[in-house]
């Protein structure tokens, strides 16, 4: 399978707990991203990455949050301490180098904060 | 106000009409419009990828972007149940920003048989 992979698809935890979510793009995508979609809304920028570099980060993603790509290949999302609010579908999407290239989504990581 | 404004539904229709989706933006920054399909907990699917204003068809379904009027369509001819699923318009501002898509809320479609 080539498409953009994420793990795990599902994540239950408790108030307070810590989480880490583990993406792996296409393979010869350098440009990685994660956005955040509650439901009935449309996924919202969180942070990417462009090989190993973390270029951009929202005001979304709070002191709370970290996110690494530490050899310009998968990415790990961490959310500590975390809150009910957090509970949502964590999408990793990568693309080419191209500006014109288009981003690939992967099936999601749900996120259940009890 | 939001960047990408998108009713966001429910639509229901017959097998077999036409849907019409759309969205509008404010931001004429936006170079790059794109439409995904999402079914019930998946992730997106690319659909549709337009840049310039005009018509763009695949198959069934035609992308449409007015970039005067700010306004963008999806239109899905002799639709199928199999299209059932929430469409996103998404777009893009490429110099300075990273290439990060912007989503509308997104419309929820159901096509009854």
């Known amino acids: 399978d080539t498409g953009v992979s994420q793990d795990p698809r599902h994540k239950i935890t408790k108030r307070g707990q810590n989480v880490t979510f583990r993406c792996d793009p296409i393979s010869e995508h350098n440009r990685l991203y994660w956005y955040r979609q509650t439901l009935g809304q449309g996924p919202e920028f969180l942070t990417y990455?462009?090989?190993?570099?973390?270029?951009?980060k929202s005001r979304l993603l709070s002191d709370r949050f970290s996110a690494e790509r530490p050899k310009g290949s998968f990415s790990t999302l961490e959310i500590q301490r975390t809150e009910q609010g957090d509970s949502a579908m964590y999408l990793c999407?990568?693309?080419?180098?191209?500006?014109?290239?288009?981003?690939?989504f992967g099936p999601g990581t749900r996120l259940t904060v009890l | 106000q939001k960047e990408v404004e998108q009713d966001p539904g429910p639509l229901s229709v017959p097998e077999g009409a036409i849907v019409s989706l759309n969205c509008t933006y404010s931001?004429?920054?936006?170079?790059?419009f794109m439409w995904y399909r999402q079914y019930s907990r998946k992730g997106p699917e690319l659909l549709m990828y337009t840049y310039s204003s005009g018509n763009k068809e695949d198959g069934r379904f035609t992308a449409q972007v007015d970039k005067s009027s700010k306004y963008i369509s999806l239109f899905i001819r002799d639709s199928q149940p199999s299209d059932s699923a929430t469409y996103l318009c998404?777009?893009?501002?490429?110099?300075?920003?990273?290439?990060?898509?912007?989503f509308g809320q997104g419309t929820e479609l159901s096509v009854k048989p």
């Open positions: 999407a990568s693309k080419g180098t191209s500006g014109a290239d288009t981003q690939y």
């Open positions: 931001n004429s920054a936006f170079q790059y």
């Open positions: 998404a777009m893009i501002q490429i110099y300075n920003q990273g290439g990060k898509l912007i």
């Open positions: 990455f462009q090989n190993e570099a973390q270029l951009e």
